[in-house]
């Protein structure tokens, strides 16, 4: 049973525009949510983090927005960049001690130019 | 630099053969995780520890072993390799709780023929 799911394989933005990446989720005992962005041949690396007490954080170009209700997030990125092109995984951790983090599949993501 | 660093980066086993991931952070985490990364399936947790003397299966465990040598060491072991086992492995690690999530090393590639 996936408890993290991004349903968008792929997604292709024209650079400059908005680029907006979904992802929902089954568990109600998540206490944080975070978006990894990945390149080819190297590690994931953290991108941005949301609190499950907040609905939206924002660093720079990038944005987390949470629902709750819907246990649905999404990341923005605006303006989308050619160097934004790289694998999106949306993660969620629980409230157990043991600090585990769940991954989703992922989604690439495609700036045009 | 500080980080996560895994050996090797680039593995071919025959099928039977064993061999042994290493990884190593230098962060004074407590946690540390090994992920398989495989096309379309995202990150899947193999096992982690929680803290230094602790081991516990993740979500595909099978075929695997670890040992968390000490803080700063945890290996993965494949006893008997399977064409089934081909994958991109990550170890990763993280300060308990930490609202960053983890710190990934860059991967090894291990093609099992």
């Known amino acids: 049973d996936q408890q993290v799911k991004q349903n968008s394989p792929s997604l292709s933005v024209q650079e400059g525009r908005i680029s907006i990446l979904n992802c929902d989720y089954t568990?109600?005992?998540?206490?944080?949510f975070l978006w990894y962005k990945k390149y080819p041949a190297e590690g994931p690396t953290f991108l941005i983090s949301?609190?499950?007490?907040?609905d939206k954080n924002e660093d720079g170009r990038f944005t987390v927005f949470l629902n709750k209700s819907a246990k649905h997030l999404s990341l923005h990125i605006v303006p989308s960049q050619p160097g934004d092109s790289a694998v999106y995984f949306c993660?969620?951790?629980?409230?157990?001690?043991?600090?585990?983090?769940?991954f989703g599949k992922g989604t690439r993501l495609h700036i045009l130019p | 630099n500080a980080g996560v660093t895994q050996t090797p980066k680039f593995q071919v086993l025959k099928t039977g053969q064993s061999m042994t991931l290493q990884c190593a952070q230098d962060?004074?985490?407590?946690?540390m995780y090994w992920y398989r990364q495989d096309p379309g399936m995202g990150l899947r947790l193999i096992y982690y520890?929680?803290?230094?003397?602790?081991?516990d299966k993740g979500e595909v465990p099978n075929g695997y072993n670890v040992s968390r040598l000490n803080k700063r060491e945890f290996s993965l072991r494949l006893e008997s390799a399977a064409p089934s086992q081909t994958s991109v492995y990550f170890c990763?690690?993280?300060?308990?709780?930490?609202?960053?999530?983890?710190?990934f090393g860059s991967g090894t590639r291990l093609t099992v023929v």
């Open positions: 990763a690690s993280s300060a308990s709780r930490g609202v960053y999530g983890y710190t």
């Open positions: 568990n109600s005992m998540f206490d944080y």
């Open positions: 949301i609190s499950s007490i907040k």
């Open positions: 993660a969620a951790r629980t409230q157990n001690r043991d600090d585990k983090i769940i």
């Open positions: 962060m004074n985490h407590n946690s």
């Open positions: 520890s929680a803290s230094e003397g602790t081991t």
